[in-house]
């Protein structure tokens, strides 16, 4: 990776399922020289996407994990984030959002901003981050795309600046008018669409270009572009920077069309590492806030994922740490503030998705690997010793819940250290009930218990009944006093449950439950997430 943390590019990719977000992402790879040949999300000949390395992510032709590329692509060092798409893994999808400068937003140019994507956008919104769109797929019959412009300012709440424009759309789709250059980029559908073959166009009324388009096409644009100059803005960088502005590019990514645009201008104009907010003890709601900057001398850093099991061969398991500030070496010792112990980290990796290479060196802005033997947790802050905790990569409440049935009690063990492994990766949630002790699983949708299901099969070799729970809800407590503490748990002993933390949690069987317990208990304070915030 290049050596300066202005170099670095560390960006998301965010969309509803079937928008285009890891076909975007492996032909981005592709630029970055990872990979010789594209996969495919859904493939018939066994050549998946790089991103989609886990078997069940092949089977069900979704992505189930974030998975992280790092590359150079001429002076920037990228990491590249795919995160899933779908609704029942949005938790990981969250916390990987902190993690990033930056988002690129695949929109399906013949839908529009879906219910996913919507989320999403709101949860970017929260710190302000940067947004690049790209109207994908429209080698298909497309929305007008003043449609999808007023679609996306009107629901994401973000101005709007079009980079390039479409000339027709599906079977006439002819390419794209570049704003910048006055030329036309032509489209030819080939999956491997890397080679760029333009027309210039200061003239759109020469032979050349209407023999190419067709008068109704070049009259369609002419319009389109007097209407793009009157009411439309100019591109401003530092709108965008602020996230008030989104640069909008047109293509199709399963034919790599506008990819090379797209890319250049991540290389170009996307963040460099920024500051963070992090909390001093006690780390709780009422902790003084300080930022962070990425040029702080002193290291720091803070894991938002980790992920058993990359290598089935040699059951390890990685945490993934965003660097914020100072620097690291392989071999150095870093605190772990949650702990209050120092950590040698000996083998740091970079990442291919399932691939990896050691790292020697990493600067804010980086992800790199930690072998993990079962003691960090996901929100762990590292640093040379000072005391903070990076904020903002909590738990939500889930919304369904399952009970695990071992069907062999000498499993008993693998399901404990199953559980556990994936609780702590954020598949799931565990909760252990306070009066029977059942392991109860908390999901934000059903996907997430057919992976639980499935890996714990697989990686741990455990088969289990997974029966449908009374609770509808979970909500964290804060007391304030042992006493109170005491007593409210002996009362609800009933639903009172642990989380994988040891945390008391209150189990919501209905909404009256809730509010009724409320209205008895005002010294006690309920929670919808692990951070203590509603």
């Not at 998975?67 to 969250?94: A, Q």
């Not at 938002?304 to 290598?311: G, H, P, T, V, Y």
């Not at 556990?420 to 949630?429: D, F």
Request: charged share 25%; glycine share 6%; proline share 4%.
């Amino acid at each position: 990776m290049k050596d300066t943390i202005n170099n670095r590019c560390t960006f998301a990719i965010i969309s509803h399922p079937d928008a285009g977000k890891t076909t975007m992402t492996e032909k981005i790879i592709y630029h970055g020289n990872v990979i010789r040949e594209t996969g495919m999300v859904k493939s018939k000949k066994g050549q998946y996407a790089k991103s989609d390395w886990m078997e069940l992510e092949k089977q069900r032709g979704i992505s189930i994990t974030s998975s992280v590329l790092s590359f150079n692509y001429g002076e920037r060092s990228i990491h590249l984030l795919d995160t899933p798409g779908h609704k029942d893994f949005s938790e990981d999808t969250y916390r990987t959002l902190t993690a990033v400068e930056s988002a690129l937003m695949m929109i399906d140019s013949a839908k529009g901003v879906e219910m996913q994507t919507k989320k999403l956008m709101e949860v970017c919104r929260l710190r302000d981050t940067p947004i690049i769109t790209f109207m994908n797929k429209f080698d298909r019959d497309a929305l007008n795309p003043y449609e999808l412009i007023d679609n996306v300012e009107s629901i994401c709440n973000i101005q709007c600046c079009p980079m390039n424009w479409p000339i027709g759309d599906g079977v006439n789709f002819k390419g794209i008018y570049d704003l910048n250059h006055k030329i036309i980029i032509k489209f030819t559908p080939n999956k491997e669409n890397f080679i760029l073959e333009t027309i210039p166009a200061p003239d759109l009324d020469s032979t050349d270009i209407v023999n190419f388009c067709g008068m109704e096409n070049i009259e369609k644009l002419k319009e389109d572009l007097e209407l793009i100059q009157g009411v439309l803005p100019e591109f401003s960088k530092t709108e965008f920077l602020a996230g008030k502005q989104t640069p909008v590019f047109f293509g199709s990514a399963l034919y790599s069309f506008g990819v090379t645009t797209l890319v250049n201008f991540i290389a170009d104009f996307a963040p460099r590492p920024l500051s963070r907010e992090a909390l001093l003890p006690p780390f709780d709601h009422n902790s003084e806030k300080i930022s962070i900057s990425s040029g702080d001398s002193t290291f720091s850093g803070f894991i938002f994922k980790i992920q058993a099991n990359m290598d089935k061969n040699h059951r390890d398991r990685i945490a993934f740490m965003r660097i914020c500030s100072g620097s690291f070496r392989k071999g150095r010792k870093v605190f772990n503030t949650r702990t209050n112990k120092e950590v040698k980290i000996a083998s740091p990796v970079f990442f291919q998705a399932q691939d990896r290479e050691v790292v020697e060196h990493a600067l804010p802005g980086d992800i790199i690997g930690i072998h993990d033997n079962g003691k960090l947790q996901i929100g762990d802050t590292f640093t040379e010793g000072k005391k903070i905790k990076f904020s903002g990569i909590p738990n939500f409440a889930p919304e369904i819940f399952r009970t695990v049935l071992l069907k062999d009690p000498l499993k008993s063990k693998q399901l404990e250290k199953g559980l556990t492994q994936l609780s702590e990766e954020g598949t799931v949630q565990l909760f252990n009930k306070k009066t029977t002790n059942e392991k109860i699983l908390g999901a934000v949708g059903v996907l997430q218990f057919e992976v639980v299901q499935f890996r714990l099969e697989n990686e741990y070799g455990v088969r289990a009944n997974y029966e449908g729970h009374s609770f509808c809800g979970i909500r964290w407590l804060k007391f304030h006093s042992e006493s109170s503490k005491n007593s409210f748990i002996n009362n609800y002993a009933n639903v009172i449950a642990f989380d994988h933390k040891k945390r008391v949690c209150f189990g919501v069987k209905s909404d009256w439950d809730l509010k009724l317990a409320m209205d008895k208990n005002p010294d006690v304070e309920f929670y919808v997430n692990s951070d203590y915030a509603n």
